[in-house]
Structure formats: structure tokens, C-alpha cells
């Protein structure tokens, strides 16, 4: 399997629409003549290619029905090959070789992937430690792996994250969390499906100090029977937090936190849990409002200044007569179109700015029509900053 990586990505050359990487690769390692002179359906095949003819053949890539597919399949699958996990790397391997002796084309293709394979090595040698998601050093020693030389390989590094988390303590899967992101930016990669665990992981979020403390005591029944000392120690601490919620406001004090949670679930067995969804990991609670989900939240709610937060779904449901009813020919002039309908856009924008008085009405309104506010907040203001949209979007979950 591939690794789930976005096929939007050219891994082989049917893949690759554009033309880029065919360029880029074609460039560096001179096709053959057989290559050259092949036309569109020997070198790439279609949609009636059975799987067989594919040395990937579960995903359908790197076809080799033909001798310069082949070739073709070689030059990309060498340069593509660290996206691809080693069992699944040595059968795709094997089937482009045995193509290759198939078609008499042996000598050429080993050669291409020789010089590939050898390319690469070097470039991965003359990297910067920044390039890379993991960087281990000892005292004789440096390791690095997952390199991140661009879009693909980052969606690499994303995925092998994923899949193997839980084999680093907080502190260094944080410190990988934080170089993938990075590079994800900086090459506008697309890991969506993994963004979030990554953010958590990073600790790029906040989380409400009673939801923090809740964590902290679910632990301590955890490990109520099988180690008593450590689950009285859980309860002081989920003690103190209730007593000082100020601090989970604080980013190092919350890593921190995070840190400690991991290295307690770990002494007592309770990691195994994660995989099994039986036990949150203690960055997707301490984390769990990232700044994403923050302004996610944001776009569809809104706050009024007597701390009643909204989903803008519900306020478009309001029958404009009762609205002109409870708040006047003004506010339905403000916030529908024409007097028809609801705007949405309008309405996000009017009722922020509402005084406390026409807020109040609203919330009159809303309650004669049985809708109730997702959250609630005692220090309402016109604007909702991202520390309040932490709370909030953590109150509404």
C-alpha cells in the first residue's frame, strides 16, 4: 500500500498531469531512444490496463505492460521509492526488474534506478538537519529520517507520523509534529487528513482548565487498584488545577503537563489504550481546540454582547416576520435580503455589534423558538478574540 498518499501526487508518471516531474526527471537522466520514440499509450497505457500490468498493483501504479512503461515505472519508482514502506517498496522492485528482463531491457533500467538510487543518497547526505522529521543525537552518533525535500515526502513524513506516534515520548513526537507542520507550510502540502493530530501533537491549541483536570482524574480511576500512590497523586493534582485554572492558559505549562501525562500512561500500561480508542492521548485533550477548529468555529457561530453564542444555522431558520416582530424594521432591513430571507454573512456581522438591550430581545426570540445557544460566556464583548474562541469552541464540544 502507499502509505494513503494523496494521489494528487505524482508517484509515477500516469499520475503526473502537469508534466513536472516527467520534465524534472527526464531532464536528469536522459531517457532512452525506445523511450522517446514511444507514443502516449505504450509509455503510460489506460484505463483498460489490467492490475497485473501494474507493478504496484493494488494502487494501480507503475505500469509495465510495455518496455518503455517499464523504463518509465524504473525512473519514477526510484526517485518515489522512500514514499513506500520496505515490504511494499521490494515487491514493486521485484515486478518493474522482472518487466525489465521480460522486455530485454534489464541493463538500462538497472542502470537508471543505480543512478537514482545514488542521486538521492547523496542529496539526503548534503541536508540540513532541519530537512529532516526525526533527528536523533548521542554522544558518538547522529541518526535522521523521514526527509522532507518536498511536497511528497511531507505527506510521507505526515503519514509515518501517524502511524507511529506512539513509539516517541511527548516531548520528541511534539518536536516532529512541529518540523513536519513547519514544512507543510513551507511547501503548501496538502495533509489534511493528518493536520489536526499533527497540530494537537504541536501543541498549537488550548483547552478548557476543567476539561484539563477531568484527564488528570480519569487517569487516577485508571489506576485506582493497580497502583494507589500514583492515582492520590492524580487527584491532588486535578485538586490544584481546579484551584488555579489560570495555568492551563500557559503554553509551557500545558507541554509540560502533556509530558508528564505520557510519561504516567506509559509507567502504567495505559498507552496501549490509545490505539484502541479506549484513551485519549493527553495532547489531543490538552490540545484539542487548535486554531483551526477555533476559526471553524467562528465561521459558524456568533457571539451577542450577553455572552449567548449562536449557530448561524439556527439564527437562518428565524422567520422574518418574527423578527420584525421581537426587533424591528431596522434589524430586518440589517440582516436579510430584501426582507425575504436571512443573510448569513449580514447576520454574522450585525449581531456582534447589537447593544445589550436588542441582545436580550434576540435571546427572547431565540428561546420562543426552542433554539438554545451552543455556548455561553459571562465577558461578552463585540469582538471574539482567539483565546475566547478557545474556550468557546471547547464549550460547544
Known sequence: MTNSLDHRLPLDHTQDVSGRE????????????????ADFKRTHGDDTLPRHAYADMRNKLYP??????????????????????????????????????????????????????????????????????IVWTTADKKERYW???????????????????????????????????????AYGADIGEFENELAQ????????????????????????????????????LAGLMDEHPEHTREHATLLKLAAAIDEFDRVNH?????KTNDLDRPESILFAVTEKVARDFMQQNVETTTGSVYALDDLEKLAVDDM??????????AVTAGGVYVDREKMSAIIPTLDRGMAALL??????????????TKQADSQLSLDRLYELAQQAD
Open 201 to 236: 501533537t504541536a501543541g498549537y491549541g488550548a483547552c478548557a482548565a476543567k476539561t484539563a483536570a477531568a484527564m488528570v482524574r480519569d487517569r487516577a480511576v485508571l489506576v485506582a487498584r493497580t497502583n494507589k500512590e500514583a492515582a492520590e497523586e492524580m487527584k491532588t
Open 22 to 37: 516527467t520534465h524534472r526527471l527526464t531532464t536528469l537522466y536522459s531517457a532512452p531512444d525506445f523511450v522517446k520514440a
Open 64 to 133: 509495465c505492460h510495455t518496455g518503455p512503461a517499464t523504463w518509465m515505472s524504473a525512473l519514477f519508482f526510484a526517485d518515489k521509492e522512500a514514499c513506500f514502506e520496505e515490504a511494499d517498496a521490494a515487491g514493486i522492485k521485484t515486478r518493474i526488474l522482472d518487466a525489465a528482463k521480460y522486455f530485454g531491457i534489464l541493463g538500462s533500467v538497472s542502470e537508471t534506478m543505480g543512478k537514482v538510487a545514488a542521486a538521492n543518497d547523496l542529496d539526503i547526505e548534503k541536508l540540513a538537519d532541519d530537512e529532516f522529521a
Open 270 to 274: 495505559l498507552d496501549r489504550l490509545y
Open 324 to 333: 420584525r416582530s421581537w426587533l424591528g424594521d431596522d434589524f430586518v432591513d
Open 147 to 185: 526527509p522532507m525535500r518536498n511536497e511528497t515526502e511531507v505527506k510521507h513524513a505526515a503519514f509515518n507520523f501517524n502511524e507511529w506516534r506512539d513509539e516517541f515520548v511527548f516531548e520528541d513526537r511534539q518536536k516532529i509534529a512541529v518540523r513536519i507542520l513547519e514544512k507543510a507550510a
Open 363 to 376: 435571546d427572547r426570540l431565540m428561546q420562543e423558538n426552542k433554539m438554545a445557544a451552543v455556548a455561553y
